[in-house]
């Protein structure tokens, strides 16, 4: 069964390598020397989650657990008129498996029922634009490279006649 927990200290080894095997193809990394490579993972984890936690101070750091075993994160903010999903990751032996799929559309549910709009950023080039548009989020904008998108009641209005 998929659990949510609030993330702790403890975490922080199982983060790092989520998102080593997450961030590494979409940094580009396999033709760097091992040492530069690990470096620079590092440098960048460093910066998403001390960016997280400046930028995000009251969003909820959540850890996605299978049974007892982590498999992924979601970081999310709360606001009364939206629910803005900051990061998803799931481990790359879960996916495939309609985890982050099904978690989303828990949040889109929660939202819906609260009268809220689902927002979230999606990088151009690498991120799963096409999986946002079948849960119907719909692109709002582009900036610094990241696609705005949000689904909204009216969009799951829409979706459910389709």
Do not use: C, W
């Not at 989650?49 to 007892?68: K, M, N, R, S």
């Amino acid at each position: 069964m998929i659990k949510l927990r609030t993330q702790t200290h403890s975490d922080q080894t199982f983060l790092f390598k989520l998102f080593t095997e997450t961030r590494t193809k979409k940094l580009q990394l396999k033709t760097l020397p091992d040492e530069i490579a690990s470096t620079i993972i590092k440098q960048q984890f460093h910066a998403q989650t001390t960016g997280y936690q400046t930028d995000y101070p009251d969003a909820e750091f959540l850890i996605v657990e299978l049974g007892d075993q982590p498999i992924g994160r979601l970081v999310i903010l709360e606001r009364p008129e939206t629910s803005h999903i900051i990061d998803i990751a799931i481990s790359e032996e879960k996916q495939g498996q309609a985890i982050g799929s099904n978690l989303i559309k828990s949040i889109i549910e929660k939202s819906t029922k609260e009268q809220k709009t689902v927002t979230l950023n999606v990088d151009e080039l690498t991120g799963p634009v096409a999986l946002y548009e079948r849960l119907g989020f719909k692109k709002m904008g582009i900036t610094a490279g990241s696609i705005n998108m949000q689904h909204s009641v009216s969009n799951r209005s829409h979706q459910e006649i389709i």
